[in-house]
């Protein structure tokens, strides 16, 4: 099944929108294209690159599960925050529509592709919040994945599993959220994985449950893309952390930007933290 693709501009005042909600709730992923400008994800790119080396000179490297993945968090200061990919019209009006107003962003990290032959395991960046349901519930959090590059298969674009987000076997309680290879033979009866092709530009909606993987690299340049979260108006969060005087960049009528607003600089480079991976 193809994941459906709507157009960002003017997105928030179209009958389109109730499609991409529906989509997004039926599929557990949508993408939404044109939606940043390319520009503001030029320096973006540039910067990350450049911060790649820094990331890899930790002792305590933060990959996740291999050395192919590594998390990465942008720049989170001036000239590198900008309100298209942060405080998004088009996103809000979509994430809006499913968790309901009082929604917060309170995620601002990455993860780049290293060329590597790679790839994670199948999993669920969070589960289910209760266990033995018969019936998935409501969503109460998205991924908001803003590639810094065109992504496609060749380069490490994630592995998608449409529809998982409903799977009710993987749940927060079990604190392991990889998905077992009988619910994955199970799950490739109904249907399978897919690698889209995402233009640069796109911004990349999913529901928090949806199972999915980092892929190998097989090109010789990273694949950096930036991720956030909306989570629901009641869910807890941490603070994310960015300069005074940037409060004007997250103002925004519908979604409410957790964050503490700091004098001194914030160390982005040593915060991100390894996942499933043991250090050599």
């Given at each position: ?137 409501p ?36 604190g ?9 033979e199970?799950?490739?009866?109904i ?45 807890p ?40 991976f043991?250090?050599?």
């Amino acid at each position: 099944m193809p994941i459906l693709t709507f157009k960002a501009p003017n997105l928030a005042n179209s009958p389109e929108l109730a499609q991409a909600i529906d989509a997004l709730n039926r599929d557990g992923i949508v993408v939404l294209e044109d939606a940043i400008d390319l520009d503001h994800l030029a320096i973006l790119r540039a910067r990350c690159l450049e911060d790649i080396e820094l990331l890899l000179n930790r002792p305590d490297k933060p990959f996740n599960w291999n050395p192919g993945n590594l998390q990465q968090d942008p720049p989170p200061f001036p000239p590198y925050l900008f309100r298209d990919v942060l405080v998004n019209d088009a996103v809000i009006a979509v994430t809006k529509g499913i968790l309901g107003a009082g929604l917060k962003s309170a995620f601002y990290s990455g993860n780049t592709a290293l060329p590597s032959p790679h790839r994670q395991p199948v999993h669920a960046d969070s589960g289910q919040l209760w266990p033995n349901l018969k019936v998935a519930h409501p969503a109460y959090a998205i991924v908001v994945n803003v590639p810094l590059v065109d992504m496609n298969a060749e380069n490490g674009v994630t592995e998608m599993w449409p529809g998982t987000h409903r799977d009710t076997t993987v749940i927060m309680q079990t604190g392991d959220i990889k998905v077992s290879q009988e619910a994955l033979e199970a799950q490739k009866k109904i249907e399978g994985p897919i690698q889209p092709t995402v233009k640069l530009g796109s911004v990349v909606l999913r529901d928090i449950r949806m199972w999915h993987a980092g892929m190998p690299n097989h090109t010789q340049d990273p694949r950096p893309m930036i991720a956030m979260i909306h989570f629901v108006s009641w869910w807890p969060t941490n603070a994310l952390k960015f300069p005074v005087g940037t409060e004007e960049i997250f103002a925004h009528p519908d979604l409410i930007t957790h964050a503490d607003f700091v004098e001194k600089p914030v160390d982005y480079i040593s915060a991100p933290g390894s996942y499933e991976f043991e250090q050599k």
